[in-house]
């Protein structure tokens, strides 16, 4: 069953483990585009088998039936059980504009599995401005040299 929540009029569903089949064809070209321009050191597979091995959720955003974009979480916990919610992966088509939405949910979600912490990965320039107001901040820079 499709649990879903409902914040400014957008409809956010989580997807069960048994349905990812279904609905990753319609984020598989969004997913390539995100490790795209994020120059991800992971495909899409990996978040495939992540998603129905049960090791991240798919959320799907929708304004009324249209799909608007998805988000890809994993709850991390740490040796003293401590819970970190980690984005993964999100898009949100261009033509809309839901950030707020989505980080409205990310505040829901963190606040029911009880995490201690909300983070994500990038290295596109425009998060080092953004992310900031909306209380995240710079942790480190990862660099690595390809053999």
């Known amino acids: 069953m499709v649990q879903r929540s409902i914040i400014d009029g957008i409809s956010i569903e989580e997807i069960p483990q048994s349905e990812v089949k279904y609905s990753f064809e319609k984020i598989e070209p ?3 585009k995100v490790i795209k321009k994020a120059r991800a050191d992971w495909i899409t597979s ?3 088998v992540a998603l129905r091995e049960g090791e991240a959720v798919l959320y799907m955003f929708y304004k009324e039936d249209v799909y608007v ?3 890809i979480v994993q709850f ?4 003293s059980g401590e819970v970190t919610l980690h984005i993964w992966a999100t898009y949100q ?4 504009n839901y950030r ?4 409205t949910f ?3 979600l963190a606040s029911e599995y009880n995490a201690v912490a909300i983070e994500f990965e990038s290295s596109r320039e425009g998060w080092k401005k953004e992310a900031p107001t909306m209380g995240f901040d710079l942790i480190s820079y990862t660099f690595r040299k390809e053999l």
């Open 69 to 71: 974009g998805f988000l």
């Open 46 to 48: 990996d978040v495939y």
């Open 76 to 79: 991390l916990k740490n040796k």
């Open 30 to 32: 969004h997913l390539k």
């Open 93 to 96: 088509k261009p033509e809309y």
């Open 106 to 108: 990310l505040e829901k």
């Open 100 to 103: 707020n939405v989505g980080f």
